[in-house]
């Protein structure tokens, strides 16, 4: 629960590595943080820093304006409830009512056994799907009262089949060295090569 | 500013308005008389039209439109209404939203008076809020550092803070943090807003949201008398210097387009608190019983009156003129007074006593000819687009605060490439082009390969610690650049190795003016970075061996001066170093010290005892009885800061005055009517009665000053720059050599800080605790060779002393360098560094 | 009913029902990278040239014409950088998800054909951080494509021809979906809107350089638009909206669904009532008013279902396609709440940046909850009214803003047309002795 491990930090510097400004990085890497933490602590959050040349000021400046980015613990699962327009007309309320009392925790918290945080969120876009939420950012939807009863009872026997929160993506990009094209750096570049060619050379080589 | 070149059409409010191509529509309303309220607008940082308060109406030709005028350049027939009914409707709306949240707590708010917010809701503001919902709530002020406490309730998120400490400060350690409306300012938790700007985020709130300790519930603005002038640093920053009840309360930087911009270091702002302090001499003291004779015997200082002072002092004087002759009477210090103090000082030393060994510089600055022989600089030339600026210097952020903000800015903003030519980091390299970081005492190595081009020649690819490469590429970027102004910061990048060095650095540099000034190009040009307020003053005013008054050595000059004075000195004198010498060997029989403290402050901490020890009667004047003074036989309660008139002359030579706003404390007087008054003692009398007499004869007898009249001076903007000089730089020749380091050794770099053990800093209480001890820094390759862990404990031996110090790991240091603090309490660098010597090896042991 | 059916002229969702359609065998096996080869036959400028003749309008929200907009990249500025817009949280928007999940290589293949024609050295695939799914497919496809040869070094093979695609996930803030809080957040940054001018990323973007950002769905137009032409791509839908556009279509319809529809040909009556799209409204139900094109769009009303899904007609009406989100009400719904809702997600998702949408949407937004709960006052209606006026004056559309970007005045959308149209709704919440009083005193203008 600290700074980056040695697994995360080789994927950290992995990702640094695409972009042409390191900065760029950084939600990708908090992402990172919260996977290996389930939250984002300060201590990574200063180790983020050094890596990508910041102040931690800055970084808990881009940190906290983003809201899937926690920076206190929550449950192993985030349930997100869309309350969202489309959602709202076909009973948001009611799902998020049902879920209050069912968990016992008010929109933004955390059931006893650490299991839970129940959010009430934004558009998540499954609109035709309403109303809907997603566990640790994943589907459910066209959720009914008793959908929402049989999602506790299989995230609390951890039947679910959702990832503890943190982790997104189950697949990561990977560039290959031989593959990998070069980032495109600010300064010094020159016209790309392609955009000096005529149909009839490309013809002619193709 | 240079004119523009073309002027843009405008229209504002029915009016035409010539503006400058690319300029804000605010800005050239305000130079027009039409003030457009803002709040997050700053004319010194770039705009982000955040507050909205400033939108008005423009038209471009496609009708009027709401824009905000803070991002908004002038074009050519553009027509602006501030006061159209859509207009005044926007700015009523935005006003009402920024006081939605905004506590009603004006009554106990330190901005309350002078606040812009509520200036404008006294303007314009509606008369009852139409807002019934429960405002935001924060803890109410969070302290941002020691020094700046922040009310997140007040703050309206201008982002003024925060642009300051990332664009102007570069210490991007208050950021907003969370979103929308519960979007707030902030540090990162336990790591504090450590800069040594943050003063300047206070004074730029345009609410009371940022407040600072030391002036917190002190005063309400309209209780402060406040009055225009300068602070006496080496930049000659720009204040206003703000009182109440005969007490200086606050600093406030002036927008001064020569120098500081409005800003002012921490350091500077909150000294006025030493000011205050009951430490101040108030009256004079003597040794002994005030009638009696002198008194060896270690008995108290005891107060006096100024004609038992003075008639200590002068009796002291004229027996050693006329037992010793005139020689036997040195002068060290004056580096802080006016312009009239060292002149008056100047005038009784050289002109009255009759000695040259005068010297303002504790031998740890650079000789005179350095600074009055070599083409001078300003600040804007410096940092004038597209320009080169070198940087032979000091740490300019440790040790000239605003003029590391200038330099900053130029090199960030307008196109300034930075070449560094120190023995390690400074605040700045992050932004240089080049940095020529080279092993301690060979810069001039390295600057004779950038002026020569001749960067083969090196054997192993190394100049002077530098790789070859790196010295070509940046010769071959100031050929570049060649058009533009290239401009040497100069001063002395270490105490640890002799100033010959840097002498020598900057004649192979001055070598560059006959290369860079063919066809017309500006050339090259110096700018001096020395320490101690008004140390150029002092040079201009001849307190240095072998110097009179105006820029004139004593040879040049001495005729202009004895028709003036009545005669000068017939040979020339020693310098610090050899003063303290002569004293330490029983040959100095009054040793008048001015605002100096040999014994805190001078480099070789033996020799300054040894003096001390073996002065005859020393007289002091200062307004702390500092360490030396406490040795004085006489003291002189002077008069500081505010506490008198008289004017000060800046690195780039620019004379701007100092007003007097405060009575001094007691009986305490301006150095230059204690100097006078001595003076008289000896039968001599200046006729002087007020600064402005001083400045007069100034004005009339140093040749560099003649015909820079006060009224001149004062009617001017940034004031006048001296330009003239009959100084020729003389570097010593051959230059010294450089000694081999050996493989087992590091060799030192000493360099101050910006809150060291000095005296206002340590009479500053909110000051004091910022200074810390010294720590021994390294090269993190370096650790393995020399055997200890970063963060240990290790035992520092020098030629010259041995020391326990933590050592830590710092990137800016380069390999076989070892960095050590200078004048730090407690663990200093003085305690290491062989006066003997022309370069300091360390070597590093395990405890 | 003269819609078509939904089989017919599926440009970007035909690989919907394709169980692999997201996988590269899948992709190429459907006619996959066609798009990209017959590019990379062709000069740059005619690749250009053919999305400019396909008159392709933005699929993000504005509707500016993409051909035009890759046109103010300012010449001999380089690099230049591709962003793709995958931030999709406009609330009723649900298409380019679905376009990522399941047709992950189309965006690839359009993203490559963008840079082939633009001379953009580096993409960036900003996908909205909520998307799990949306960013292991991106991932797959991408991984898939790069060991195929179709991105990275050398494409198919060409020698002049790199281009490294840069995934990229964001963390949750509505307002990254505008382009330029779209490259401060891609910097690192906060995702705060910047100032205009300049207008365009594409003049000054990404790292202060020339950027095109393009939305999933726009790009996922470009493998068709080059295999098939601009011109086939023109002759398709309204002649100022040309080709197909996706609508998803919630709230209180029979069938809420995601369709893919000829562009400007079709009506808001067809895509809404047709059996074959989203059925009509739910059974003994009648229309109260719907948002046409996402929460930011004024609200729209029985007599303009027979507006075409066509841009110019639409703004003429008052309002906007904007990201294809049609949100249906029916006699059921509560307008305040549904008002207070749309303006809930304005206020939580303002990013702070400037006054009048950080103060004004949030004010908005507490005011309409007092009025939820019974506490509303007579003078409250009038002065929702005058806060919207202050960060959109003259409340009007399209909309004028006090503040840098749109997303405080589209706050002001659903109350200027819940109020205008449902004003005894909200005065029913009002305390019955408030309801009497006049509405005349404190609302001062």
């Known amino acids: 629960m600290a700074r980056l491990n040695p697994g995360s930090l080789a994927i950290a510097q992995e990702i640094i590595s695409r972009y042409p400004v390191a900065r760029s990085a950084l939600i990708p890497l908090l992402h990172l943080a919260q996977e290996q933490d389930g939250h984002v602590t300060e201590e990574a959050m200063a180790h983020i820093a050094e890596l990508v040349g910041v102040t931690p000021a800055e970084v808990m400046g881009t940190c906290s304006f983003y809201e899937m980015l926690k920076r206190e613990p929550v449950g192993e699962y985030m349930v997100n409830i869309c309350n969202g327009i489309s959602c709202h007309l076909l009973g948001s309320s009611e799902l998020i009512h049902h879920a209050e009392a069912t968990l016992g925790v008010r929109p933004g918290g955390t059931t006893d056994d650490g299991k839970i945080t129940l959010e009430a969120v934004e558009c998540i876009a499954a609109c035709t799907e309403a109303p809907c939420l997603q566990v640790n950012y994943r589907y459910r939807n066209r959720v009914s009262t008793a959908d929402f009863d049989q999602l506790v009872d299989d995230l609390r026997a951890g039947t679910a089949g959702v990832a503890p929160h943190g982790k997104l993506a189950k697949v990561r990009q990977h560039i290959g060295d031989e593959r990998r094209a070069g980032v495109a750096v600010p300064d010094g570049q020159a016209q790309p090569a392609w955009l000096a060619r005529n149909p009839t050379d490309a013809e002619s080589g193709s | ?847 | 009913m003269n819609a078509p059916a939904p089989s017919d002229l599926r440009i970007i969702t035909s690989r919907f029902d394709t169980d692999d359609g997201h996988t590269l065998a899948g992709y190429e096996r459907t006619g996959g990278y066609g798009g990209l080869r017959r590019a990379l036959a062709m000069a740059p400028a005619d690749v250009h040239g053919e999305v400019r003749a396909a008159s392709l309008l933005g699929r993000g929200g504005a509707g500016f014409p993409a051909g035009v907009k890759w046109g103010f990249c300012p010449p001999e500025v380089w690099p230049r950088y591709l962003v793709v817009n995958g931030d999709e949280s406009e609330p009723g928007t649900y298409k380019d998800r679905l376009l990522m999940e399941r047709d992950p290589h189309q965006l690839l293949e359009g993203c490559l054909i963008a840079c082939y024609a633009l001379g953009l050295s580096q993409c960036f695939l900003y996908v909205r951080g909520e998307m799990a799914h949306a960013q292991e497919r991106l991932a797959a496809a991408l991984n898939e494509a790069y060991d195929a040869g179709y991105v990275g070094a050398n494409v198919l093979g060409a020698e002049d021809f790199s281009v490294d695609i840069t995934l990229h996930w964001g963390a949750g803030a509505y307002i990254v979906g505008e382009e330029t809080a779209l490259i401060e957040s891609l910097e690192g940054n906060r995702g705060m809107p910047r100032l205009k001018p300049p207008y365009f990323p594409a003049s000054i973007g990404l790292y202060g350089k020339p950027t095109i950002v393009n939305n999933v769905e726009t790009l996922s137009n470009l493998p068709w638009i080059v295999a098939n032409g601009g011109a086939a791509f023109a002759a398709m839908g309204a002649e100022s909206s040309t080709g197909t556009r996706v609508f998803a279509v919630s709230g209180h319809v029979a069938a809420p669904g995601v369709f893919e529809v000829p562009f400007g040909t079709t009506t808001f009556r067809d895509i809404i009532f047709d059996p074959r799209y989203a059925g009509g409204m739910r059974p003994g139900r009648t229309l109260k008013t719907f948002i046409p094109g996402g929460a930011s769009a004024p609200w729209f009303f029985e007599e303009q279902l027979d507006l075409p899904l066509e841009k110019a007609a639409v703004d003429k009406a008052g309002s906007m396609l904007g990201s294809g989100a049609i949100v249906v009400m029916d006699d059921t719904t509560d307008v305040v709440e549904a008002c207070h809702n749309v303006v809930r997600f304005f206020a939580r998702e303002s990013c702070g940046k400037c006054t009048p949408c950080r103060e004004g949407t949030s004010w908005l937004e507490k005011i309409l909850s007092r009025i939820l709960a019974g506490q509303g006052r007579p003078q409250d209606l009038d002065l929702l009214m005058d806060v919207c006026d202050n960060i959109s004056p003259g409340v009007s559309w399209p909309p004028r803003q006090t503040t840098i970007c749109p997303l405080g005045p589209s706050a002001v959308s659903p109350i200027a047309s819940a109020l205008e149209r449902f004003r005894a709704d909200f005065e029913a919440y009002l305390p019955a002795t408030a309801v009497s009083v006049t509405t005349a005193s404190g609302a001062a203008p």
């Not at chain 2, 300012?185 to 800069?195: C, G, I, K």
């Not at chain 2, 029989?589 to 805190?600: Q, W």
């Not at chain 2, 340590?762 to 963060?791: I, K, W």
């Not at chain 2, 004048?823 to 070597?843: I, M, S, Y």
């Open chain 2, 1 to 847: 500013m240079s004119e523009p070149e073309t002027v843009v059409n405008i229209t504002v409010n029915g009016r035409p308005v010539q503006a400058a191509p690319g300029e804000w529509v605010i800005a050239a309303a305000e130079r027009a008389g039409v003030y457009i309220p803002h709040f997050c607008y700053h004319p010194r940082m770039k705009s982000v039209g955040m507050c909205r308060m400033c939108i008005v109406d423009i038209d471009t030709g496609r009708g009027p439109a709401l824009q905000p005028s803070c991002m908004v350049a002038v074009s050519e027939g553009m027509v602006v209404d501030t006061a159209s009914e859509q207009t005044r409707k926007a700015q009523d709306g935005v006003l009402e939203f920024l006081l939605l949240n905004h506590p009603l707590d004006c009554p106990v708010c330190d901005k309350g008076g002078e606040c812009p917010l509520q200036d404008q809701t006294m303007a314009y503001g509606p008369g009852e809020s139409r807002f019934v919902e429960e405002k935001r709530h924060y803890e109410k002020p969070i302290p941002v550092n020691s020094l700046v406490y922040l009310d997140r309730e007040r703050c309206i998120l201008c982002d003024r803070c925060t642009r300051f400490a990332d664009e102007v400060a570069g210490d991007p350690l208050i950021t907003f943090q969370d979103r929308g409306d519960q979007t707030q300012v902030n540090t990162f938790p336990d790591l504090p807003f450590s800069s040594y700007f943050s003063g300047n985020t206070v004074q730029i709130c345009p609410v009371g949201a940022l407040t600072a300790v030391p002036y917190r519930f002190k005063a309400r603005p309209w209780d402060l008398a406040e009055v225009e002038s300068t602070y006496p640093n080496p930049m000659g920053d720009r204040v206003v210097v703000q009182a109440s009840r005969d007490q200086v309360l606050r600093y406030q930087g002036v927008d001064s387009d020569a120098v500081n911009w409005g800003w002012l270091t921490d350091k500077d702002r909150f000294a006025f608190e030493a000011a205050a302090s009951d430490l101040r001499l108030a009256a004079p003291l003597v040794r002994g019983t005030p009638l009696g004779q002198p008194d060896h015997s270690g008995r108290e200082l005891v107060e006096a009156t100024w004609g038992q002072a003075l008639g200590r002092a002068a009796d002291a004087i004229q027996s050693a003129v006329a037992d010793k002759g005139p020689q036997s009477v040195a002068v060290l210090g004056g580096a802080r007074l006016t312009n009239e103090d060292q002149y008056a000082w100047a005038r009784l030393a050289k002109g009255v006593i009759g000695t040259d060994h005068v010297d303002a510089q504790l031998d740890d600055g650079l000789p005179a000819d350095a600074v009055l022989g070599l083409p001078r600089a300003t600040v804007n030339r410096a940092c004038s687009p597209g320009g080169t600026v070198i940087l032979l210097a000091p740490d300019p952020k440790e040790e000239q605060g605003t003029l590391y903000l200038r330099l900053r800015h130029a090199v960030a903003n307008d196109g300034v490439q930075l070449i560094e030519l120190t023995p390690r980091a400074t605040g700045l390299s992050r932004l240089a082009s080049f940095r020529l970081h080279h092993r301690p005492g060979e810069a001039a190595a390295v600057a004779a390969a950038l002026v020569g081009g001749d960067t083969e020649a090196a054997a192993d690819g190394d100049i002077g610690g530098v790789p070859a490469a790196a010295v070509a590429a940046a010769a071959a970027a100031i050929a570049d650049r060649a058009d533009q102004p290239v401009t040497v910061v100069l001063g002395r990048p270490s105490l640890a190795e002799s100033a010959d060095f840097t002498v020598a650095a900057a004649d192979e540099l001055a070598r560059f003016a006959n290369l860079l000034s063919a066809g017309g190009r500006p050339g090259i040009a110096f700018l001096p970075v020395l320490h101690r307020g008004n140390v150029m003053g002092a040079l201009d005013m001849g307190l240095a061996p072998g110097l009179l008054p105006g820029r004139i050595s004593l040879a040049d000059g001495g005729p202009v001066l004895a028709e003036a004075w009545g005669s000068v000195p017939t040979a020339s004198g020693a310098g610090a170093r050899g003063i303290l010498q002569a004293a330490a060997e029983g040959r100095v029989e009054v040793l008048i010290l001015l605002g100096a403290d040999p014994l805190g402050d001078f480099p070789d901490q033996k020799l300054a005892a040894e003096a001390l020890d073996g002065a005859g009667t020393i007289v002091a004047s200062d307004l702390f009885l500092n360490p030396s003074a406490l040795r004085a036989h006489v003291v002189f309660p002077a008069a500081g800061f505010a506490e008198r008139q008289g004017t000060h002359t800046n690195l780039e030579g620019r004379i701007t005055s100092q007003r007097q706003v405060v009575t001094p404390p007691g009986t305490a007087r301006a150095d230059w009517a204690i100097a006078a008054g001595l003076a008289g003692r000896l039968g001599a009398d200046f006729g002087f009665g007020a600064a402005e007499d001083v400045w007069d004869e100034i004005s009339r007898v140093a040749p560099s000053h003649r015909g820079l009249v006060l009224e001149a001076i004062d009617a001017a903007d940034d004031g006048v720059v001296a330009t003239d000089s009959s100084i020729s730089f003389a570097p010593p020749r051959p230059a010294t050599p450089v000694p081999p380091v050996d493989a087992y050794s590091l060799r030192l770099v000493a360099a101050r800080r910006m809150y060291d053990r000095g005296t206002l800093v340590q009479h500053a209480p909110s000051l004091a605790g910022l200074a810390s001890p010294a720590v021994l820094a390294l090269n993190p390759y370096d650790f393995d060779r020399v055997g200890v862990e970063p963060g240990a404990d290790v035992r520092v031996i020098s030629s010259a002393g041995e020391m326990d110090t933590p050592v830590v790991a710092d990137p800016g240091v380069p390999r076989g360098t070892a960095a050590f603090g200078y004048n730090h309490p407690d663990r200093d660098a003085r305690d290491l560094v062989d006066p003997e010597a022309v370069v300091t090896d360390l070597r590093v042991q395990t405890r």
